[in-house]
């Protein structure tokens, strides 16, 4: 059952500012949004960052693999200048500076694990560990809506995830829903089931929902596919166009 938001600003400022740094956080909230999705992967030094790529030169500007450096490192790096120059400067944010501006500004996150590959269990169990020390006030009290969702792609990361921080809610990305989705989205303890929306059809969401489990789409940037996806009972999308589609946009608003 989803308990969250229903759209959420993808990666932070979506298309309006750089991806995964506080300044994409900060567009987000200029435009109404109060919940956002983003990928956390580890330093060489194990700390957890803000990042999407396994490697640098996209949207930091460096060469070699995130696992070269260590947080110190990376965190001194420029993940602004390739987006504009009013960036330049923007650094690529540790997990715990990125959860306390969400937390300070009342901003609902799913966090997405992304291990770079051979990293899957450690960094399932260290993003895992993370949130749920960053998060033990919203547990203890059993609110659900104020606690993240933990996503991944990799079911090592998510199992690594359920065993470290039982108590966060976790949930499996596909990019296209395969046959035997639901025993595996079961063995993680998974409460919802993210995918692309290119791939979705009405009668797999039919199925997934009737199975009991939220549904949540990436990236969405059309309102028309935006609407027919809710109308199929969707529970909630990423977009990237916040700047279109609004944070209210579930309620015809």
């Given at each position: 059952m989803w308990t969250y938001k229903k759209v959420l600003a993808h990666r932070g400022g979506g298309k309006l500012a750089p991806e995964n740094t506080i300044a994409g956080l900060r567009c987000a909230l200029a435009h109404g949004f109060h919940a956002v999705e983003f990928d956390v992967m580890l330093a060489r030094d194990g700390v957890p960052m803000v990042l999407h790529d396994p490697y640098l030169g996209r949207t930091v500007a460096g060469s070699g693999n995130v696992f070269d450096y260590d947080a110190a490192e990376l965190a001194a790096m420029d993940a602004g200048r390739w987006f504009g120059k009013q960036f330049a400067g923007e650094p690529v944010p540790l997990f715990a500076d990125f959860v306390a501006f969400c937390k300070a500004n009342g901003i609902w996150m799913n966090i997405e694990i992304k291990p770079a590959p051979g990293f899957e269990a450690e960094t399932g169990k260290v993003v895992a560990t993370a949130a749920r020390v960053m998060f033990a006030a919203e547990i203890a009290?059993?609110?659900?809506?104020?606690?993240?969702?933990?996503?991944?792609?990799?079911?090592?990361?998510?199992?690594?995830?359920?065993?470290?921080?039982?108590?966060?809610?976790?949930?499996?990305?596909?990019?296209?829903?395969?046959?035997?989705?639901?025993?595996?989205?079961?063995?993680?303890?998974?409460?919802?089931?993210?995918?692309?929306?290119?791939?979705?059809?009405?009668?797999?969401?039919?199925?997934?929902?009737?199975?009991?489990?939220?549904?949540?789409?990436?990236?969405?940037?059309?309102?028309?596919?935006?609407?027919?996806?809710?109308?199929?009972?969707?529970?909630?999308?990423?977009?990237?166009?916040?700047?279109?589609?609004g944070p209210d946009f579930a309620l015809g608003t």
């Open positions: 009290a059993g609110d659900v809506a104020a606690a993240p969702l933990l996503s991944s792609f990799s079911e090592t990361a998510l199992a690594a995830a359920q065993a470290a921080a039982p108590d966060l809610a976790r949930a499996v990305l596909f990019d296209a829903v395969p046959r035997y989705w639901e025993p595996r989205a079961r063995a993680l303890g998974a409460v919802a089931v993210h995918t692309n929306h290119k791939h979705l059809t009405e009668g797999m969401a039919r199925e997934i929902r009737l199975a009991g489990f939220g549904l949540f789409c990436y990236t969405v940037n059309n309102r028309i596919r935006a609407r027919q996806l809710l109308r199929w009972g969707v529970d909630g999308f990423c977009t990237d166009r916040i700047d279109m589609i």
